[in-house]
């Protein structure tokens, strides 16, 4: 088992695109905590109660909730994978947790993007309540404004995009992930994707660094 991180501030959103196609390019197998988080809220799990009210008030779900899930995730994993786990760690105790399960870490890939950028492209998300479709009213708008294009159904802004919600996700990601930055790099792991690109150069930029 081999892990590549991939670490960037929340709502990074192209870098993450990019990750995603860089690891279908390299038979990567992607881990999104958010994936295991909101997918765990829809369906009413114990674990997903506990960390609904953490997500839509836009803090940091607690550590050994998350890690237990990816724990999970790679004990279930067998042979010779190579896993991309994006949006775990979020902080040095979760990556010494991490470390203790003996899985050997390539590579962790920042994803860099200014705030600005990132606040902008988090408030332009819609979501679909129905279906679950994601738009962006500048990069994916709707046909029909206000409109899923495949359900018809109103979209909606998701709490965790509020504004006010992504401004306080910041502040939570400057304190506690960025000290991760000098973390990796101590140990050599660390390389640097330039997030303000297009998703097809960021997923070769992403390719190259893991």
Same mark, same amino acid.
Not at 28 to 45: E, I, N, P, Y
Not at 177 to 198: C, F, H, M, N, S
């Given at each position: ?7 960037? @501030?929340?709502? /990074? ?5 990019? @990750? ?7 038979? #990567?197998?992607?881990?999104? /905590?958010?994936?295991?988080?909101? !997918? ?7 674990? !997903? *109660? ?12 607690? +550590? ?32 010494? =947790?991490?470390?203790?399960? $003996? ?6 890939? #920042? =994803?860099?993007?200014?705030? /600005? ?6 408030? $332009? ?9 994601? %738009? ?9 404004? !206000?409109?899923?294009?495949?359900? $018809? ?10 504004? &006010? ?7 939570? %990601? ?5 000290? #991760?930055?000098? %973390? %990796? *790099? &101590? *140990? ?5 994707? +330039?997030?303000?690109?297009?998703? &097809? ?10």
């Amino acid at each position: 088992m081999n892990i590549v991180i991939l670490l960037g @501030a929340p709502g /990074s959103g192209k870098g993450t695109v990019a @990750a995603k196609l860089a690891a279908e390019n390299a038979n #990567l197998k992607h881990v999104s /905590s958010g994936d295991l988080l909101r !997918g765990a809220v829809a369906k009413g799990t114990e674990a !997903g *109660k506990a960390a609904k009210d953490f997500m839509e008030a836009g803090k940091l779900v607690p +550590d050994e909730l998350i890690a237990t899930m990816i724990k999970d995730v790679i004990a279930e994993s067998t042979g010779d994978v190579t896993m991309l786990l994006d949006g775990f760690p979020r902080n040095v105790a979760q990556a010494d =947790i991490l470390e203790k399960t $003996g899985a050997e870490i390539r590579s962790v890939v #920042l =994803i860099d993007v200014p705030d /600005s950028v990132i606040q902008d492209r988090i408030a $332009g998300r819609r979501t679909c309540p129905a279906c679950k479709a994601g %738009y962006h009213v500048k990069a994916l708008p709707p046909k029909v404004e !206000g409109k899923c294009d495949k359900c $018809g159904a109103d979209l909606v802004i998701r709490k965790d995009d509020n504004p &006010e919600t992504v401004k306080d996700r910041l502040v939570v %990601y400057h304190q506690q992930t960025e000290p #991760l930055i000098a %973390y %990796y *790099k &101590e *140990k050599g792991l660390l390389r640097v994707v +330039d997030g303000d690109q297009g998703p &097809e150069k960021n997923a070769e930029a992403f390719k190259a660094a893991m």
